[in-house]
């Protein structure tokens, strides 16, 4: 092989290990939370077995302003929660918070539905299971179903598994 070939090689190697040392490192040192599940009906065919995951500390917290702002910028929205069991809702903004010794935060974006402004999620919404078991998670999703979270101090997060209450 020629040392261009062996480059190129060693080049894509670094880049596809690259992608796979944030969430490893997440998950092995991030602040772990726990946020309450809310039921959500998911259906795709060809991306086998998943639960699509909507969270309560989302819900009922984003202004009006808030979310026109983040739609116009196009930017994520910064929630910040605390480390409970259950998480609790804290504040939510546009840059990243300045946390508080018990919290940590999540990075979300805006969505309007029903007239209402909620923020979803999207690094730890889908909860991929084994086959045939993604009815009954989604069952019990919203009655004594939390998620357990590793967070990162920039927020970042890595769904880590569901447990129950």
Known sequence: MSTRV????????????????????????????????????????????????????????????????????GKPLYVTITTDRPARFVKVGLERPDLQDGQ?????????????????FPQVAQYFVAEGEGHEIESQLGEDQLAVVKTSRRCNAVLVGLETR
């Open 6 to 73: 062996r480059i190129a090689v060693a080049v894509q190697v670094v880049l596809m290990l690259a992608g796979l040392v944030s969430p490893l490192l997440i998950r092995a040192t991030g602040t772990t939370t726990y946020l309450e599940t809310r039921p959500v009906d998911p259906r795709a065919l060809f991306r086998g077995d998943y639960v699509i995951l909507s969270y309560a500390v989302g819900v009922g917290i984003l202004g009006a302003e808030d979310a026109r702002q983040a739609d116009e910028r």
């Open 104 to 120: 940590t935060c999540l990075i979300g974006r805006a969505r309007r539905a029903d007239g209402q402004a909620s923020v979803d």
